[in-house]
């Protein structure tokens, strides 16, 4: 990820609220591949999906998508064990595997700094898909899942990742939801959808919201999440 790719100077992170189940045929988010062409990578945060069932699913969805260069999941699962894995899908693209404890996010966010020391010196862009943000709440107190997301949030967008995220709105509560949002540049509510159709031929409403705060220190946040843990 070069110097002058990727998000770097952009608009920030985007959170959609969801307001159904994601669609199961797309176990993979399609987002990440929204205007991809020449050298990409990709990288899902997931839970409850094994890294069999999400390379089959990339696989598939790659038969219509141009392949990214490389392509990588985050698993969170209790079952999680230590070793990373590697696949291959579509025409060549290596899929690398990464299963990590719920409970661990600071084993979350070394996964994510590997990635990114990995790319630091490829060129093109890397698209990262925060999928299930919530599925970390039953595991830890909402302040604390807050604060790992604005760490995570502001490593990926200061290598020029470009990052969104999903969020059900009934996972949590007002008070959570709107700290969450606060994460992010931009937050996209399909529920108006009807309300807030523009000339252009309607689209969801967004939010912008006030630029979200940046850690001075990674490994210093990582540690206090290890010590509040």
Excluded at 19 to 36: G, H, I, Q, R
Excluded at 134 to 139: D, G, Q, R, V
Excluded at 211 to 217: I, L, T
């Amino acid at each position: 990820m070069g110097a002058n790719d990727g998000n770097k100077g952009g608009i920030g992170p985007t959170l959609y609220l969801e307001s159904t189940p994601l669609d199961a045929d797309e176990a993979f988010c399609t987002d990440v591949f929204d205007d991809a062409s020449g050298e990409y990578r990709v990288v899902q945060f997931t839970a409850a999906q094994s890294f069999e069932s999400l390379r089959d699913a990339l696989d598939v969805q790659l038969e219509r998508l141009h392949d990214p260069s490389e392509a990588a999941v985050i698993i969170t699962t209790p079952q999680a064990d230590e070793e990373a894995t590697t696949s291959e899908v579509g025409e060549g693209t290596p899929l690398y595997g990464f299963q990590v404890d719920p409970h661990d996010l600071t084993g979350i966010s070394v996964a994510f700094s590997r990635l990114i020391e990995k790319w630091d010196e490829t060129e093109g862009t890397v698209k990262i898909c925060l999928r299930d943000i919530e599925s970390l709440m039953p595991y830890h107190d909402d302040d604390l899942v807050y604060r790992f997301l604005n760490t995570v949030l502001a490593t990926l967008q200061g290598a020029g990742a470009d990052v969104h995220a999903h969020l059900h709105p009934t996972a949590t509560d007002e008070q959570t939801l709107h700290m969450l949002k606060s994460l992010f540049s931009r937050v996209i509510d399909p529920e108006t959808f009807d309300e807030t159709k523009d000339r252009a031929g309607g689209t969801p409403k967004t939010e912008e919201t006030a630029e979200p705060s940046k850690p001075d220190d990674m490994d210093a946040t990582t540690a206090e999440m290890t010590d509040d843990e």
